[in-house]
T-cell receptor, first 115, second 113 residues
Framework: AQTVTQSQPEMSVQEAETVTLSCTYDTSESNYYLFWYKQPPSRQMILVIRQEAYKQQNATENRFSVNFQKAAKSFSLKISDSQLGDTAMYFC????????????FGKGTKLSVKP | SQTIHQWPATLVQPVGSPLSLECTVEGTSNPNLYWYRQAAGRGLQLLFYSVGIGQISSEVPQNLSASRPQDRQFILSSKKLLLSDSGFYLCAYRWGVGNTEAFFGQGTRLTVV
C-alpha cells in the first residue's frame, strides 16, 4: 500500500520570503504521479503543481516549484516570494498511473504567511 | 465546462439518524468519482471510489456506504450515524484516462450530535 508522510504539521513564513514544505512517500510502483494541493480557509481544494515520476525535470508553476528525489522518495514544495494568499493547508498526494489510480493524501501542513 | 456540485454544505444530524450526501458532475461523462473524509489532523482519507455506474470500491470498512445510480451522480449514505462519523466530506472526480487532475466539490461539514 502507498503512504504519504508530511512531517511538518505547521509552518510559518514572512511575506516575500521562501518556504519549503516536505513530503515523503512509500510505494513499490515505478510509474506514478505526485501532487501538491492547496486548501485555503474556504476549504476548496486546488491543485498547485503535479510531477510525473518518469520525468527527471522538476515541475514549476510560477512561484511554486518542487524538488523531486525519486530514489529518496521525497517530493518537497518550494514557495518563493510568499504572499498572504498562500496561507492555507497544503497536502501532498500520490497517485498510481492508470484509469483507476486513486489519490492518496498526506495529513497536510498548515502554512501561515505573516505580513 | 466541467463542474462538480456537492450538497448540503453543512449538516447537523443526531446519532442514529440516516445520512445522504449527494454529489453530481456536469460537463463530462464516465468520470471516476471519489468520496473523501477530512478529520482534524488526519488529512484526507479515501472512503469510496467508482469507475462506473454501479461500481463501488470501499477503501475503509466503516458505517458508511456509497452508490452510483447514474453516471454523474455519487451518493454517500449511512443507515445510522455514529458520533465518529462527524467530519468534512469531500466529493471529487477525475475524468479521462490521460487526465491526472482531480476536481473537488465544496465539501459538506457533518456534525453528529
Amino acid at each position: 500500500a502507498q503512504t504519504v508522510t508530511q512531517s511538518q504539521p505547521e509552518m510559518s513564513v514572512q511575506e516575500a520570503e521562501t518556504v519549503t514544505l516536505s513530503c515523503t512517500y512509500d510505494t513499490s510502483e515505478s510509474n506514478y504521479y505526485l501532487f501538491w494541493y492547496k486548501q485555503p480557509p474556504s476549504r476548496q481544494m486546488i491543485l498547485v503543481i503535479r510531477q510525473e515520476a518518469y520525468k527527471q525535470q522538476n515541475a514549476t508553476e510560477n512561484r511554486f516549484s518542487v524538488n523531486f528525489q525519486k530514489a529518496a522518495k521525497s517530493f518537497s514544495l518550494k514557495i518563493s516570494d510568499s504572499q498572504l494568499g498562500d496561507t492555507a493547508m497544503y497536502f501532498c498526494a500520490f497517485m498510481t498511473m492508470g484509469n483507476q489510480g486513486n489519490l492518496i493524501f498526506g495529513k497536510g501542513t498548515k502554512l501561515s504567511v505573516k505580513p | 465546462s466541467q463542474t462538480i456540485h456537492q450538497w448540503p454544505a453543512t449538516l447537523v444530524q443526531p446519532v442514529g439518524s440516516p445520512l445522504s450526501l449527494e454529489c453530481t458532475v456536469e460537463g463530462t461523462s464516465n468520470p471516476n468519482l471519489y468520496w473523501y473524509r477530512q478529520a482534524a489532523g488526519r488529512g484526507l482519507q479515501l472512503l469510496f471510489y467508482s469507475v462506473g455506474i454501479g461500481q463501488i470500491s470501499s477503501e475503509v470498512p466503516q458505517n458508511l456506504s456509497a452508490s452510483r445510480p447514474q453516471d454523474r451522480q455519487f451518493i454517500l449514505s449511512s443507515k445510522k450515524l455514529l458520533l465518529s462519523d462527524s467530519g468534512f466530506y469531500l466529493c471529487a472526480y477525475r475524468w479521462g484516462v490521460g487526465n491526472t487532475e482531480a476536481f473537488f466539490g465544496q465539501g459538506t461539514r457533518l456534525t453528529v450530535v
